[in-house]
C-alpha cells in the first residue's frame, strides 16, 4: 500500500494519523476479536510502519492509546474474563536483515551502556532461533502439574477463558510429567497443522461448504468456539516456547533451559531451535528456514530471535508492547491483497469450466502472479469475489495461487456481482453443471480448447513424451487444421509444416524422428496419455501389465477389470465404458493403423529395471532425439547392462543416432543388431528388441 507525502501538511498529517489508528483498530478487531482478517498481514504490518513514522517525524501526534504504544484493546467477548498475572506481549518485527541487525546492535548497545563491571570488550550474547509459528498464542495454566486454565492473548492484561477448548488438543497434556512445580504456566501457539487443515477443507468442499481461508484463522475460529466440542473436531495442536508466570519449581537461567525442561515436563516443543553465538550465523540460519519452510507441516511466517540468558532478558526488559531481549524476523508474505481486473474461466481437457482472476500483477510466495484459481463456480459465490475488487491472494511454495476473498472495506459503490458464463468461453457451446456436482463443464468432445488439452497431455512427458511438441506446437497445428485428435500426431503433414515460417528441414525432422520414437512407447504410457477418466499413470500401468495387450484390454470384462489387484469398480466401470464409447473405438482403431505400440507389460518395479539389461553391452553412437548419449548411457546401466565405448564382437546392440559413422560399419562387419531409436525405447523398456 502506497502512502502519501503528508510531511508538509499538519493537518492533513493529524488527519491521516486518525485514519490510521481507526484502520488499525478495525483490522485489530477482525482479527482478534472476530478471527476474520480483512487484509493480509502484510497490509496491516505496511498501515502499522506508516503510523510509526508519522509519529516519529510528529511526536506531539503520540498518544497513550495509539497502537503504537499499546496492545490490541479487546472488545465484547462471549468468554470469560482471565487476568494474565504476567503481561502476555507481541514482538516487535523486523522486515529484512538490516533491521534485524539493528535490533541485534541496539541490544548489545544497550547491554554496554547498562554494564554495572567494568569489564571491557563488547558483551556476549548467545542467541535463540526458534520457527515463528503462524497460529494463536495461548497461556496454559498447570497447578501441582494439572491443567486448570488455559487463556487467549487478549490485550496482554486481559485474555479469554479457553480452557474447554484448550482441552480438546491431543497435544496439550492434562497434566504434567515429574518435576511440575505448584504453579506454572506455559505460553505457546495452537496451530492447525497443514495436512489437517487440507482434511478439514476436503470435507467441506465435498458438502459444497465454504472452504476454509488459511490455517491460522481457521485454528483462532475452531479456538473460540463457544462449543468446545466444536474444537474438538478440528485437529489443532500446540507448540510451547515460553513460560508466564512460575512459582516454585526449578529455574530455569536460559532460553534454551526454559524449552528443554517445558518438553521434560511432557509439553510439545518444536525440535527446530538453534542457538548462535555470531549474529552473522542467525542470518544465514534464517535463510535456511526460509528456504525449507514448506517441508513443514504447519505454517510459520518468521523466525523469533531470542537472548538466550535470562538474567540478560531482565537487563533489556520491555517496552509497551513487547520485549527488548526478542525480535520477530518476517519471512515474505505468502498473501497479499491486489486488484482483481477479471474473472474468466478455462477450459481443460476433460471439459471442465475452472473459475480464474485476472490479477494486477502482485509479487507473493516468491513470484510475481497475475493469475489465480477460484476453483468452480459455488467458491466463486460464497467468496462473492467481484472485478474490481481488491482481494487477498494466497501463494505458498509451488501450491497454484489462489483468490481467498474480497477486502470488503475497500469495495467501490456499485460493483456488479460476477455471473458464471453460461457458455464455452472457447467453443460457445453450453456449460453445462449437473445436479450435486461442483464442476461446470463444457460438453463439447470437438471444442477446441479440449482438443488441445488432450493432444498436449498425450505429448506430454508422462504419457508419448514427445519432445519438441509443446503447447504451443499443438495450439498452431489445431488452429490449422493440422491435427484433430491425438491419432492425428501420427500422421501430421510435415510437407505442409516444413513450408511455415520457423520450421526448417531440421527441426521438422527432429519432431518426426521424436514421433517416430513415440510409437514404442510401452501400452502403459498409450493408456495414461488417452485420459480415461480416472486412470493416472499407475492404474494405466496396472491395466498394462495385467492384460499384456490393448486387443486384450478391450475384450475384458467389467468383473476382469475388476478383478485387477489395485482397481475398484468406479475405474474398472470407467475403463469398460469409455473403451466402449464409438468415438473411442474409432480413435484405437486409428492408434492401432498408426503402428503404436499396444503391447505391455510395463515395468514399474525398480527391482525388475535393475536387472533388464542383466549381461547385455549396448554402445551408443550417434545423436539421439529423445536423450543425450550420457543419458541414453545411463539408461542402459540403470537397467544392469553395460555401455562400452567401441564396437566389439562381445557387443550385444549398437544403438546408432544420427550421425554414428564408424561404429556403425564395424557393427555392420561384426553382424552386430543396429537399433534406431524406436529399437532402442523398445529395448528400455521391454529388454528385448527386434532382430
Ligand atoms: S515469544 C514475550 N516465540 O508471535 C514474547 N512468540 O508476533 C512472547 N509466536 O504473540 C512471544 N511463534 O503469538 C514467541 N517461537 C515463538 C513464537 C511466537 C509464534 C507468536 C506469538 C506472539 C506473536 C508476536
Known amino acids: 500500500m502506497d502512502s502519501p507525502d503528508y ?35 502484510v497490509d496491516y504490518d505496511a498501515l502499522m510502519i506508516e503510523l510509526r ?66 569489564a571491557g570488550g563488547a558483551p556476549k550474547v548467545t542467541w535463540v532461533c526458534e520457527l515463528k509459528f503462524d497460529g494463536l498464542a495461548v497461556s496454559v495454566r498447570y497447578e501441582a502439574g494439572v491443567l486448570v486454565q488455559a487463556a487467549t492473548r487478549g490485550d496482554g492484561r486481559f485474555g479469554e477463558d479457553v480452557t474447554a477448548n484448550v482441552r480438546t488438543i491431543d497435544s496439550v497434556p492434562e497434566r504434567l510429567g515429574d518435576g511440575a512445580p505448584s504453579v506454572v504456566e506455559v505460553r505457546g501457539e495452537v496451530y492447525l497443522g497443514l495436512s489437517a487443515f487440507t482434511t478439514l477443507n476436503a470435507a467441506q468442499e465435498a458438502v459444497g461448504a465454504k472452504v476454509y481461508v488459511n490455517p491460522r484463522n481457521t485454528a483462532a475460529g475452531s479456538l473460540r468456539q463457544k462449543d468446545a466440542a466444536v474444537t474438538a473436531t478440528r485437529d489443532l495442536s500446540f507448540w510451547a516456547y515460553q513460560l508466564g508466570e512460575v512459582v516454585g519449581g526449578l529455574k530455569p537461567t536460559s532460553h534454551l533451559q526454559t524449552l528443554g525442561w517445558l518438553a521434560d515436563l511432557g509439553l510439545p516443543v518444536d525440535n527446530h531451535v538453534a542457538s548462535f553465538e555470531s549474529f552473522d550465523d542467525v542470518v544465514t540460519h534464517i535463510d535456511a528456514v526460509e528456504a525449507s519452510r514448506h517441508d513443514l507441516d504447519f505454517e510459520i511466517d518468521g523466525v523469533v530471535v531470542k537472548v538466550d540468558d535470562l538474567a540478560t532478558q531482565e537487563i533489556l526488559g520491555f517496552t509497551a508492547r513487547a520485549p527488548r531481549w526478542a525480535i520477530a524476523y518476517k519471512l515474505p508474505p505468502e498473501e497479499r491483497s491486489t486488484l482483481l481486473l477479471d474473472i474468466e474461466v478455462s477450459i481443460g481437457p476433460g471439459g471442465q469450466a475452472t473459475p480464474f482472476a485476472r490479477l494486477e500483477p502482485v509479487f507473493v510466495g516468491g513470484s ?56 464455452c468461453p472457447a467453443c460457445n457451446e453450453p456449460l453445462i453443471r449437473s445436479e450435486g456436482e461442483a464442476a461446470t463443464f463444457c460438453g463439447n468432445h470437438a471444442c477446441p480448447r479440449q482438443v488441445r488439452g488432450r493432444i498436449e497431455h498425450f505429448v506430454s512427458r508422462g504419457a508419448m513424451d514427445i519432445e519438441g511438441f509443446g503447447e504451443q506446437r499443438v495450439d498452431l497445428f489445431v488452429c490449422e487444421g493440422l491435427l484433430e485428435d491425438v491419432a492425428g500426431v501420427f500422421d501430421l503433414d510435415y510437407g505442409r509444416i516444413i513450408s511455415w515460417e520457423g520450421f526448417g528441414d531440421t527441426s521438422v525432422d527432429k519432431l518426426r524422428r521424436a514421433v517416430e520414437a513415440s510409437r514404442g512407447r510401452p501400452l502403459g504410457r498409450l493408456l495414461f496419455g488417452l485420459r480415461i477418466p480416472h486412470v493416472g499413470t499407475t492404474v494405466a500401468d496396472l491395466l498394462a501389465t495385467a492384460f499384456g495387450h490393448l486387443d486384450l484390454l478391450e475384450l475384458a470384462t467389467i468383473e476382469e477389470l475388476e478383478a485387477v489387484e489395485g482397481l475398484g469398480p468406479v475405474i474398472a466401470a470407467s475403463v469398460h465404458d469409455w473403451l466402449r464409447q464409438p468415438r473411442n473405438i474409432d480413435l484405437l482403431g486409428r492408434l492401432r493403423s498408426a503402428g503404436v505400440n499396444l503391447e505391455g507389460p510395463t515395468l514399474n ?87
Open 7 to 41: 510531511s508538509r501538511l499538519p493537518e492533513q498529517v493529524a488527519e491521516r494519523v486518525g485514519e490510521l489508528r481507526a484502520l488499525i483498530e478495525y483490522h485489530d478487531e477482525r482479527y482478534h476479536g472476530a478471527d476474520s482478517p480483512e487484509i493480509p498481514d
Open 53 to 118: 513514522g508519522l509519529e516519529r517525524d510528529h511526536p506531539q501526534l503520540v498518544t497513550p492509546d495509539s497502537p503504537t504504544q499499546r496492545m490490541y484493546r479487546a472488545g465484547q467477548s462471549t468468554f470469560d474474563e482471565v487476568a494474565h498475572r504476567v503481561p502476555m506481549r507481541s514482538l516487535d518485527n523486523a522486515f529484512n536483515v538490516d533491521e534485524l541487525r539493528a535490533w541485534s546492535d541496539r541490544v548489545l548497545r544497550r547491554l554496554t551502556s547498562e554494564r554495572k563491571d567494568d
Open 368 to 423: 510475481t502472479v497475475t493469475a489465480a484459481t477460484l476453483h468452480n463456480a459455488d467458491q466463486v459465490a460464497i467468496k462473492d469475489v467481484r472485478p474490481g475488487d481488491v482481494v487477498v491472494v494466497r501463494k505458498a511454495g509451488d501450491v497454484i495461487p489462489e483468490v481467498l476473498g474480497p477486502v470488503l472495506s475497500e469495495r467501490p459503490e456499485n460493483l456488479a456481482p460476477w455471473a458464471f458464463p453460461t457458455t
Open 605 to 691: 518395479s525398480g527391482e525388475e529395471l535393475a536387472s533388464l539389461l542383466a549381461g547385455m553391452a549396448v554402445v551408443v553412437t550417434g545423436t539421439l532425439v529423445g536423450m543425450s548419449r550420457d543419458e541414453a548411457k545411463a539408461a542402459i546401466v540403470a537397467r544392469g547392462g553395460k555401455s562400452p565405448a567401441s564396437v566389439s564382437s562381445k557387443t550385444t546392440a549398437l544403438v546408432a543416432g544420427e550421425g554414428g559413422g564408424s561404429k556403425r560399419l564395424k557393427a555392420e562387419e561384426l553382424g552386430i543388431p543396429i537399433l534406431d531409436e524406436v529399437g532402442f525405447g523398445r529395448l528400455l523398456e521391454q529388454g528385448e528388441f527386434l532382430n
